[in-house]
């Protein structure tokens, strides 16, 4: 079976807890989410909703699939990768996402089987999902498919997309690639084809959040991902000039209209509250096509299925701290970080290291303000390990840094709209050269000379 969202379920849904909601459910009404977030708190997993009400209230023919990266077992099993801690996935994914795999042109489009088009078209008939309380409306949270210039390949984008009316959905775009391409055209007078994947092998998905240059085709890192080339076929609206991939469940054509914008939002955001309402770019759609029973894949947004989805940014942020010093060990962001802080440990040979690395992921991300850099006997992934070593190797006249004027990220509630931010860079390595007090503990020797389990012990 070729790689997809439904090959996935059914060689990987029981090695990642996969379960199945059988019951009607409607999801416009936090139904869909009030369930997920029982099941986070007592034992997470991805979780398939087999019946699902569309967003005109009736019984549809999509279900919904949630959490395929709430856990670090679901997330190996997306990658096809054994790893026992987060620092292991790492290195293990930034291993697979260089092995580039160019996409290939295929025949049989299984996404394809059901089509609408024109004013057949009705976005009501979709499932859309009421994620968190003050939601602005009914959302997605689909891959936005694009093409670059000069025979660059395709871009993929993650993006929210709010419904708006039958053929129309707010969507917002980040001020990165997407957002330059369709300004490039908006300049030029044109609206920007595109396609919005409703599903497809959770891999595909993290593709889209890869740090990837602008003249490499994000369609081969996906081929990347996913072990195999991907399957693309000519979209039924703009022909070969926008490929969309054969496998995907449901596929959204349109334009990301020039000149239009609509108000769009709030939505719960990866940092955790709410995104703010603003004007966001408008998709007309001119076409719906989906495979045979469809399952749609979203997002639990705010959750541990939206922190984890970030695993490729978070490896890409591994990879520049290494690029600018190889001395760089690890970096954790969500997981000793948090949605603007990243902590960096290396095995430092010279002073001013920590600077360089800190620039190094800081420059490429403007989701990251604030880094801490400590040594390589300090666990990144333990936050009490990180403030252990902010509280005791740390001077703040000398080895705090301030960063003035950098561009900040609209989802940060710190700040104003597209308002500058402030940096922050804690050095809370060593000094080279300098005397390390030793740490207080119990010689190996004696745990290993003693063991616990030589003792009687009883409860008192």
């Known amino acids: 079976m070729k790689q997809s969202l439904r090959s996935w379920m059914a060689d990987s849904g029981k090695e990642a807890g996969l379960r199945r909601v059988n019951d009607l459910v409607n999801p416009m009404g936090y139904e869909v989410t009030a369930l997920l977030a029982q099941i986070e708190e007592s034992d997470p997993a991805p979780v398939h909703f087999t019946a699902v009400r569309s967003l005109d209230g009736r019984p549809g023919n999509f279900s919904l699939l ?17 790893a026992g801690s987060w620092r292991e996935l790492l290195e293990r994914y930034l291993d697979r996402e260089r092995e580039l795999r160019d996409p290939v042109v295929v025949a049989d489009a299984p996404v394809q089987q059901h089509v609408v088009t024109g004013a057949d078209v009705r976005l009501e008939a979709l499932p859309f999902v ?75 998905h993290l593709a889209s959040a890869a740090r990837t240059p602008l003249e490499v085709d994000e369609f081969a890192v996906a081929g990347a991902l996913l072990g195999e080339p991907l399957e693309m076929v000519p979209s039924r609206t703009f022909g070969a000039d926008l490929m969309v991939p054969a496998q995907a469940e449901v596929v959204v054509e349109g334009r990301l209209l020039a000149g239009r914008r609509a108000a769009e939002g709030p939505f719960g955001e990866f940092m955790r509250y709410l995104g703010p309402q603003k004007l966001s770019h408008v998709l007309e759609v001119d076409a719906v096509t989906w495979r045979d029973d469809p399952v749609v894949l979203g997002i639990f947004t705010g959750y541990a299925d939206h922190l984890n989805a970030h695993v490729s940014i978070h490896a890409g942020h591994l990879a520049a701290a290494r690029t600018a010093v190889p001395q760089v060990e690890q970096v954790a962001w969500f997981r000793g970080g948090g949605p603007t802080t990243a902590v960096i440990s290396m095995r430092k040979t010279a002073d001013g290291q920590p600077m360089r690395a800190a620039m190094a992921v800081m420059a490429p991300a403007n989701t990251l303000k604030q880094v801490i850099v400590v040594d390589d006997d300090i666990d990144v992934f333990d936050a009490q390990e990180v403030m252990w070593a902010v509280s005791t190797r740390v001077r703040a006249d000398v080895d705090i840094a301030v960063l003035p004027n950098l561009q900040g990220h609209l989802l940060d509630p710190s700040q104003q709209g597209y308002a500058g931010t402030t940096g922050l860079v804690i050095d809370a390595t060593w000094p080279q050269g300098a005397v390390r ?15 616990l389990g030589s003792y009687r012990m009883e409860g008192v």
């Open 130 to 204: 009421r994620h968190v309380e003050h939601d602005g409306g009914p959302y997605f949270t689909p891959i936005t498919v694009s093409r670059k210039p000069n025979g660059w390949g395709h871009n993929l984008s993650w993006n929210r997309a709010m419904y708006l009316d039958r053929d129309h959905m707010g969507v917002h775009v980040s001020p990165r690639q997407l957002w330059g391409l369709h300004r490039e055209a908006e300049n030029d007078g044109r609206d920007l084809p595109v396609a919005m994947v409703l599903g497809h092998h959770p891999a595909f």
């Open 66 to 82: 949630f959490n395929a990266y709430a856990t670090r077992q679901a997330v190996g099993t997306v990658l096809d990768l054994t």
């Open 437 to 451: 007090p030793p740490t207080a503990r119990v010689p190996d020797a004696a745990i290993a000379e003693f063991p």
